[in-house]
């Protein structure tokens, strides 16, 4: 009863998306401001049915309904409650309702903090979201119904898949979606502008806001991805350049781009058309990859589950959604172009830069990801293209990147000007130069130059991004929101460059085998296994084993890895037993047993890798401190009672 | 002003790709076997585990090697496809019974035999339920042969000739299409006739 009643709530969303759609688009055309408000009416009302829809997937799943199909494959009488939410995201029928929640969520967002906008700009950015709505609740109803009967029930269900039963791993798929969604505020807003013929800096300011905590929920999903990966796994690596993994960076790299060149045309009106290209190609990227990851055509030997007729569904409305997009773009593009210039060296130039840079790391990513399909495509046979092919592809752009970063964010707008701080941020360079080469040889060693290049530039990074607010606080200035995000973001990212150079570079790693009793030293620390017992879980089992490890007699650390096998589903996990602090983790692993009571272990000493995942919430805050700046709120109340009086509601 | 339509084209020619991507065969992976020996096995049958059975008993016959479970969802797909190509009765097809994972304790022993009774019952209840194609049904509780044969999932399809050669590998379910196109014209004189 449950399930029919979510799967009613799911039909009459997608049945409240079309008029979302339709009164959006038509009423503001023709500016016709009932419609328009029957509009925003029907996304309420879109949001209340999914929210309703997914509630009844959860208490299907909280109640054991082993009658629903997708409950059944997913779940277990045995399964701990929490996980039983997770799973409702956990398969591809659930997240993609997860998805048209977030949708709805985003829908609501705008409606409700738009108010002081021009009605047909808010009427125009809801109806181009109820046609994404409404794609996607009739991709759920024709190809992936979750609600779907199964008759007879199971008497048990086969259980949440094991890698996604982990706290870090229910949450990653929610952060990640709404930050997918989340770019369809800035995609929305771009049509709108181009269907309306007009976009000043004003646009900008009101979609800089949604760029910046669309991205920043990008940035946590992508962390948590990359934690869970890390601890999970068993490998001890944190990113892996696996086409899943490429399909969230991709969005994320663009929208780096997009809320960087958002400041411009905000600050200067200028990179109007780029501007409205990167909006389109944000959220392009989070559907292409959706696509990519559910169709079957980049995942090879996994695939069997995958649907080809999902495949096509998604291509359609890809090519549908993007394709009038892009088509709009050609038509109306012309009309956004700028006539004001700047100087070569102006923070204009560097933020032009750093679009450049970011595109094209994002269209090699994209090349690598997509290149086994062109070849295969094209009938040259199967191929695939590995991490080293990326690394060193990613490291091209990113590092004058990195190295423009520091002198950017404190160049003047327009003017070839640095004033005081060109000796002060030639002085931290000189400083980060000591630093960076001296403290880690003499902590680490001497490894490679491009691991002391990473350092030195993570550092100078560092040290440019606290120059204004320590300069504003010591002034008695206040610092704004904007100033104080954007400071906090860059030396996140600094962090997150010193984490990954030094772990890349000192990481040591051994395989090696222990029985009780017998110890083994790596990287200046030695393991003893003391002993091994059995753990039941709550629906596992479990082999565990008890890790002392101590430095000079010294204990530093106790750590318990397992094997597990999870009783439905009967596939070996690895829990890694990781001791950490702030400069280090040490990661001991299972591997297999060898026999009378041994084991092989993956032992790994991991040098501030921890900073990789802090740097990257640092970031994310400060993402999110930006988007609260006051002016987005008070200045666009007052700036846009003019257009608003321009435009003469007839009401 | 066409370079602002440079984009749309770009993307077009993407789609054009993904079009393309989304009608090749992503499951054939060339198979290392092909044009070399079988593995040989020794393995209980389904219905009588006490009975082993080698591939000895196959040798000098063509013969097909079906890798199934009753977990598989695929293998559920292909079933009738199966039973087809049993009731033309142009080739023995040998069932490679697997489970959901190796049925091992920890130590990765082998579970003892009345553990796993219930396993093989499942299998057991499938055939009896859906209908058999297989000639006979071989047990591979720990995934060995199935691993020899360099299996990633169920279904599998492996058609091996009078000398003991892999001569074809099919990946996921089967369809009589399939089976047409790729093994019947691999099946020489005396596989040519229909019914």
């Known amino acids: 009863m449950i399930a029919e009643l979510g799967h009613f709530a799911l039909i009459l969303a997608f049945c409240l998306a079309l008029p979302q759609a339709f009164f959006g688009l038509v009423g503001a055309a023709y500016n016709k401001t009932h419609w328009m408000d029957a509009s925003t009416k029907a996304a309420t009302g879109q949001f209340v049915f999914a929210a309703m829809a997914f509630a009844c997937l959860a208490y299907a799943f909280y109640v054991n309904d082993f009658s629903v199909l997708y409950v059944a494959q997913n779940s277990n009488s045995a399964l701990p409650t929490f996980y039983r939410f997770a799973a409702v995201w956990g398969a591809h029928e659930g997240s993609l309702l997860l998805w048209l929640l977030a949708q709805a969520l ?45 008759w007879p029930a199971a008497t048990d269900g086969r259980d949440l898949n094991p890698l996604l039963q982990d706290p870090a791993l229910a949450l990653h798929p929610p952060m990640l979606y709404i930050g997918y969604v989340g770019m369809s505020v800035p995609f929305a807003f771009a049509v709108a502008a181009m269907l309306a013929g007009k976009l000043d800096s004003l646009w900008a300011r009101w979609v800089r806001p949604w760029a910046t905590i669309a991205w920043m929920f990008l940035t946590i999903g992508i962390a948590l991805g990359s934690w869970w990966a890390y601890y999970e796994l068993g490998w001890g690596g944190w990113w892996f350049w696996d086409p899943v993994e490429n399909a969230s960076f991709m969005p994320w790299l663009i929208g780096t781009a997009l809320i960087h060149s958002l400041a411009v045309t905000e600050k200067r009106g200028l990179f109007k058309s780029w501007t409205l290209l990167l909006s389109i190609t944000a959220f392009s990227l989070s559907l292409l990859g959706t696509f990519l990851v559910r169709s079957g055509v980049i995942e090879s030997v996994h695939a069997f589950a995958s649907d080809p007729s999902r495949g096509l569904f998604i291509l359609v409305f890809l090519g549908l959604c993007i394709g009038t997009a892009l088509g709009l773009y050609g038509w109306r593009a012309q009309h956004f172009t700028s006539q004001a210039g700047f100087a070569l060296v102006s923070r204009e130039s560097f933020l032009l830069f750093n679009n450049i840079l970011l595109v094209v790391a994002t269209v090699l990513i994209l090349l690598g990801t997509l290149y086994p399909m062109f070849v295969d495509a094209l009938g040259l046979g199967k191929i695939s293209v590995g991490a080293p092919w990326f690394n060193v592809a990613f490291l091209i752009p990113m590092l004058p990147l990195a190295f423009l970063l520091a002198p950017g964010m404190h160049a003047s707008w327009k003017r070839a000007s640095f004033g005081r701080t060109k000796r002060l941020l030639i002085a931290l360079l000189v400083l980060a130069l000591l630093l960076g080469t001296t403290i880690p040889i003499a902590v680490y060693g001497w490894r490679s130059v491009l691991s002391s290049v990473g350092i030195v530039v993570a550092l100078w990074i560092a040290f440019a991004s606290l120059i204004e607010p320590i300069d504003r606080l010591r002034k008695g200035h206040s610092l704004s929101a904007s100033v104080l995000g954007m400071s906090l973001a860059h030396f996140g990212l600094a962090l997150f460059i010193l984490g990954a150079t030094v772990v890349e570079s000192y990481k040591k790693e051994a395989d090696i085998s222990l029985a009780p009793g017998q110890s083994a030293e790596h990287a200046g620390f030695v393991f003893t296994m003391n002993e091994l017992r059995n753990v039941e879980g709550p629906n596992y089992r479990a082999v565990e084993a008890e890790i002392v490890v101590t430095r000079d007699g010294q204990q530093v650390a106790v750590v318990y890895p397992q094997k597990r096998v999870y009783r439905v589903q009967q596939n070996p996990m690895t829990e890694a037993g990781i001791d950490g602090t702030w400069n280090r983790d040490l990661f001991v692993a299972m591997g297999d047993p060898l026999g009378e009571g041994a084991w092989s272990l993956r032992l790994q000493y991991k040098p501030m890798v921890r900073f990789i995942w802090l740097g990257a919430f640092i970031t994310a805050l400060g993402g999110l401190v930006a988007a609260c700046d006051r002016r987005y709120r008070q200045r666009v109340a007052a700036e846009a009672t003019q257009p608003v009086a321009a435009d003469a509601k007839p009401a | 002003m066409w370079r602002y339509l440079i984009p749309a084209g770009v993307f077009a020619v993407l789609v054009g790709f993904f079009v393309v991507g989304l009608h090749t065969d992503k499951q054939t992976l060339p198979s290392p076997l092909i044009g070399k020996p079988a593995p040989r096995f020794e393995l209980p049958r389904l219905e009588d585990p006490t009975e082993l059975v080698s591939s000895e008993q196959f040798a000098g016959r063509k013969y097909l090697v079906n890798v199934w479970g009753p977990w598989c969802e695929g293998c559920q797909q292909e079933h009738p496809a199966l039973l087809e190509i049993a009731r033309r009765g142009q080739i023995p097809i040998v069932g490679l019974t697997v489970p959901q994972g190796a049925l091992a304790d920890l130590q990765g022993n082998p579970l003892p035999l009345e553990q796993v009774l219930s396993e093989i019952q499942l299998g057991l209840r499938w055939l009896s339920e859906l209908g058999n194609p297989y000639d006979i049904c071989l047990f591979d509780q720990m995934w060995k042969v199935a691993i020899d044969f360099g299996v990633y999932g169920a279904p599998e399809t492996f058609l091996i000739d009078e000398r003991g050669f892999v001569v074809h590998k099919h990946t996921g379910p089967l369809t009589i299409a399939d089976w047409e196109r790729d093994f019947v014209p691999k099946l020489g004189r005396e596989g040519g006739v229909d019914g």
Do not use: D, K
């Open chain 1, 106 to 150: 985003w829908t609501l967002s705008v409606v409700a903090f738009s108010r002081s906008l021009p009605q047909v700009i808010t009427s125009r950015v809801v109806g181009v979201l109820g046609v994404i709505s409404a794609g996607f609740a009739l991709f759920i109803l024709t190809t992936s119904n979750p609600f779907e009967r199964l």
